[in-house]
């Protein structure tokens, strides 16, 4: 999947060309990559804009971007191989693997699985979905992306101290529960999370230019947040979201070895890595998953829950939503489709019936994720 194609397809290019050239001349991201695979083949590639504006360094489709939630499903497949080998279950209980870990709701700790935590039904939430006055904003709960230097055993107290939202099972809220199952693996495996992950995804995949560390930092974007024109981050940065208490950024925190390895937001990666790993599970789990957990992956995990995020018509499935009812969602999109992205600016799509994977990774926070570009770009790109 890291081959380019000699020529991009030209239905790819007459649908997303101008999606991406408007993007950029009116200055709504400062660069993006997108990959479009079909049936296995890579039928478009393109790279677009500045890595980094103010030193007028181009996007390249060898950029490494922060991948922020992309992280998710590549740490979701790496428990899951464990699951397939036997070394941890679904239903297990955290409290095997964490004892100390033991959030109340009204006062009472109350069982919960690794399931709940991998499908965001724990309980738990994150601070950025939270106003000012929230726990996690009052202890100083991680989202992942800030904090650097903070240890998973500070981060894992903050969360038992602000307690649970709700019993676990009840509803669906996105959630730091990734970072606690990241926790639970190291816990299992004796090993880190970098370790599992590198062992059981990236290196099995190929993907050489993803990780817990950037392997070339010469090759990093620069993030920027949202803005005419976008606005380059600094050391800290603080993003208004949903009128909420906003999503707190600090880009450096992935060069600090001594900040918790956030298996919901910690990685870095190239389009194309990601993409392979995409095609990977869609192609039946490659050498990471068994078929029958790759294919699991893509369904819905959580029932009638509603995905808040995303709204009626979505359930939720292992690294991933899944669009259920498009016509419920209000949306031109096949049903069956298995989405998610990261607040660095990127998201992706598999269509698992059309057989169509596609990347879009941006440094432009949170465009790339759920703004106009995201949203035409992968409408176009699964209609085409």
Not at 140 to 152: A, C, E, F, R, T
Not at 285 to 306: C, F
Request: hydrophobic residues 45%.
């Amino acid at each position: 999947m890291n081959q380019l194609p000699e020529s991009n397809d030209p239905a790819l290019e007459r649908a997303l060309n101008p999606i991406l050239s408007n993007a950029i001349a009116e200055r709504r991201v400062a660069g993006a990559v997108v990959l479009v695979s079909r049936r296995g083949v890579l039928s478009y590639a393109r790279a677009i804009g500045f890595a980094d504006v103010e030193a007028r360094r181009p996007m390249t489709l060898d950029t490494i971007f922060l991948a922020a939630s992309l992280t998710k499903p590549i740490v979701t497949a790496a428990f899951l191989s464990l699951v397939d080998e036997g070394t941890m279950a679904l239903d297990d209980l955290v409290a095997r693997y964490l004892p100390a870990f033991s959030p109340k709701f009204n006062n009472e700790a109350l069982p919960i699985t690794l399931r709940q935590l991998l499908t965001h039904t724990a309980g738990l939430s994150y601070g950025f979905l939270q106003p000012l006055d929230g726990p996690y904003q009052r202890l100083g709960v991680s989202d992942g992306v800030d904090q650097p230097g903070l240890s998973i055993a500070d981060e894992l107290a903050r969360i038992v101290e602000a307690g649970l939202f709700f019993p676990p099972g009840r509803a669906w809220v996105y959630s730091v529960g990734m970072d606690v199952l990241g926790a639970a693996i190291e816990s299992a495996t004796g090993k880190s999370l970098p370790q599992v992950v590198a062992e059981r995804v990236t290196s099995r995949l190929g993907m050489s230019d993803s990780g817990f560390a950037v392997v070339d930092p010469s090759r990093l974007a620069t993030p920027y947040a949202d803005g005419r024109p976008p606005v380059r981050m600094g050391k800290t940065h603080l993003l208004p979201f949903a009128g909420l208490s906003g999503i707190r950024f600090e880009p450096d925190r992935i060069f600090d070895q001594t900040s918790f390895a956030s298996g919901g937001g910690g990685m870095a990666c190239t389009a194309s890595d990601f993409l392979a790993f995409l095609e990977a599970i869609r192609n039946g789990g490659g050498a990471v998953v068994a078929p029958d957990t790759a294919r699991e992956m893509m369904k819905n995990q959580t029932g009638s829950h509603l995905i808040v995020i995303r709204g009626p018509g979505w359930g939720f499935g292992f690294g991933g939503a899944v669009l259920t009812h498009p016509t419920v969602a209000g949306l031109k999109l096949p049903g069956g489709l298995w989405s998610w992205g990261g607040v660095y600016g990127h998201s992706w799509a598999v269509d698992p019936e059309r057989e169509v994977s596609y990347v879009l990774m941006t440094n432009t926070a949170v465009e790339g994720m759920n703004g106009q570009l995201s949203m035409e770009l992968m409408a176009a790109a699964l209609a085409s």
